[in-house]
C-alpha cells in the first residue's frame, strides 16, 4: 500500500487562499447567521402572535356575548322609545279630534233638512263648555304642539267657536261644521303621517 502523508493541523492559510476567498466565506457565514437569526425571530412572533391571537379569542368569547347583550338591549330601547312616541301622537290626534268633534251643537232641524233654529239656552251652556274643553285639549298637547300650531288648529276652532256662542246664527253653524270639517282633514292627515 502506498504510504500516505501525515495529516497536518495548521492554522496557517492553505496555499493560493488569500483574503478574497475568506472574505467570501465570512460574508457568506453571516448572510446564513443572519438568515436563520430571521427565521427564529419570525418563529418567535408567530408563537407570541398565535399566544395573543389565543387571549383575543379567550376574551372574545367572554365579552363579545356581554356587547351583543349591550347592542341589542340599546336598538331594542330605541326602537321602544320610538313605537312609544308613534303611540302618544296617535293618541294626542286622537283626543284632539274627538273633542272637537263632540263639541259640534247638535242641531235636529239640519239633520231633518228643516230651516235653522235658534239653540236653547241648555244646549247654548252645553256647547260652551264642551268648546271650552276641546280649545283646553287643543292647548295642552305635548307630543303633537308643533303640528298643532302649524295648521293653526286652536286659532281655527277658537274663532268659529267665539262667533257661533256670541251669536248663534246658522250662518255661524255653518262656519262652525266647515272649519271642523276641515280641521278634522287636516287633523287626519297628519295622524296618518306618523311613523313607528
Known amino acids: 500500500m502506498p504510504s500516505r502523508p501525515p495529516l ?16 467570501k466565506a465570512v460574508v457568506f457565514g453571516l448572510k446564513v447567521l443572519l438568515e ?3 427565521m427564529m ?4 412572533d408567530a408563537a407570541t402572535n398565535a399566544l395573543s391571537l389565543h387571549r383575543f379569542y379567550v376574551a372574545w368569547s367572554a365579552l363579545g356575548p356581554l356587547l351583543g ?14 313605537k312609544w ?10 283626543a284632539v279630534l274627538s273633542a272637537i268633534m263632540n263639541a259640534l251643537p247638535e242641531d235636529p232641524g239640519q239633520q231633518e233638512g228643516k230651516e235653522f233654529a235658534p239653540p236653547s239656552s241648555e244646549s247654548l251652556k252645553t256647547f260652551d263648555a264642551l268648546a271650552s274643553h276641546s280649545l283646553a ?14 295648521l293653526a288648529v286652536g286659532k281655527k276652532w277658537h274663532q268659529v267657536v267665539m262667533a257661533y256662542s256670541k251669536a ?12 271642523a270639517s276641515g280641521l278634522r ?5 297628519s295622524a296618518k303621517k306618523v311613523k313607528p
Do not use: H, M
Open 168 to 179: 248663534p246664527t246658522g250662518e255661524n253653524r255653518d262656519a262652525l261644521y266647515r272649519v
Open 69 to 82: 347583550v349591550l347592542i341589542g338591549g340599546y336598538l331594542t330601547a330605541r326602537s321602544q322609545g320610538r
Open 185 to 189: 282633514k287636516e287633523i287626519v292627515a
Open 85 to 94: 312616541l308613534a303611540d302618544g301622537k296617535t293618541e294626542e290626534y286622537r
Open 137 to 150: 285639549v287643543i292647548a295642552d298637547r305635548l307630543f303633537i304642539s308643533d303640528e298643532i300650531e302649524r
Open 41 to 44: 425571530d419570525w418563529l418567535k
Open 8 to 23: 497536518s493541523v495548521s492554522c496557517q492559510p492553505a496555499v493560493g487562499a488569500g483574503p478574497p476567498a475568506n472574505r
Open 36 to 38: 436563520f437569526q430571521r
